[in-house]
């Protein structure tokens, strides 16, 4: 049976991977990339990324990128309410299903689950439950380029905002980090990849400090214009 899946697209490797993955599953058509952006900062929540790179991730990933803004602050009743017109929009549309990068938290996944039962769009978590340590390096090893946008300096070095996922990283992490960052210990940016036709281009700005969490600004490389793939 043919799935058409929408892929929770946060910027991050994890998601990344989900789409590389589903991609080579027989039977799944990816039709679209979802994310949620902080309407006042025109930035993916967390990840801190801006609005533009993300559609060029998309442009470069050849899908149309749907795009939930939310207020700040965001209530869960209007999280839910905005995110619920999104799969009322994906049925509609004909998607079955609608796919995480989630690794392990069992109470998140039970989240998603318990939101989308009976609304005709089931969930799908082609990453669940793989040895972490693994991942991070198959990911690196098959050419996913990330830079770290987001850490949480309580759990990790502060430094290490704006810092290459790359193997130097993973082996200065220390024990009680999770390689993938699943505890949010840190967030990332993908520029490249085999989910992509091209890199987006990318460099590094400011490192600044909010919220108790030590973010790393990226922006369009050399003016490099934001590409189409808005929807």
């Known amino acids: 049976m043919s799935r058409r899946v929408l892929v929770s ?19 799944v058509e990816v039709g679209a990339l979802l994310t949620t952006f902080n309407e006042a900062a025109e930035r993916v929540a967390m990840h801190a990324v801006r609005a533009d790179l993300v559609r060029a991730q998309a442009a ?4 149309p990128l749907w795009e939930v803004p939310l207020p700040s602050p965001c209530s869960n009743a209007e999280y839910e309410t905005r995110m ?11 998607f079955t299903h609608v796919a995480f990068g989630d690794l392990f938290l069992e109470d998140v996944r ?3 689950e318990e939101r989308l039962a009976g609304t005709g769009l089931d969930p799908m978590f082609p990453l669940w439950g793989l040895d972490t340590a693994s991942l991070a390096r198959e990911m690196i090893g098959a050419g996913v380029g990330a830079i770290l946008t987001c850490v949480d300096p309580r759990k990790v070095e502060a430094a290490l905002a704006g810092r290459d996922y790359d193997i130097p990283l993973l082996a200065a992490l ?3 980090v ?3 960052g ?37 922006m369009a490389a050399g003016g490099h214009p934001a590409a189409a793939g808005r929807s």
Do not use: I, N
């Open 9 to 27: 697209w946060s910027s991050g490797k994890d998601s990344a991977w989900t789409l590389h993955r589903l991609r080579q599953e027989p039977g």
């Open 60 to 63: 470069a990933a050849g899908l």
């Open 84 to 94: 619920a017109a999104a799969v009322q929009r994906a049925c509609a549309e004909g």
């Open 110 to 112: 039970r989240y998603r």
């Open 174 to 176: 220390p024990d009680t």
């Open 178 to 180: 999770d390689p993938c």
């Open 182 to 218: 699943e505890r949010g210990e840190f967030h990332t940016f993908v520029w490249d990849g085999p989910m992509f036709r091209a890199p987006v281009p990318v460099e590094r700005g400011v490192v600044v400090e909010r919220d108790g969490f030590v973010f790393a600004d990226l």
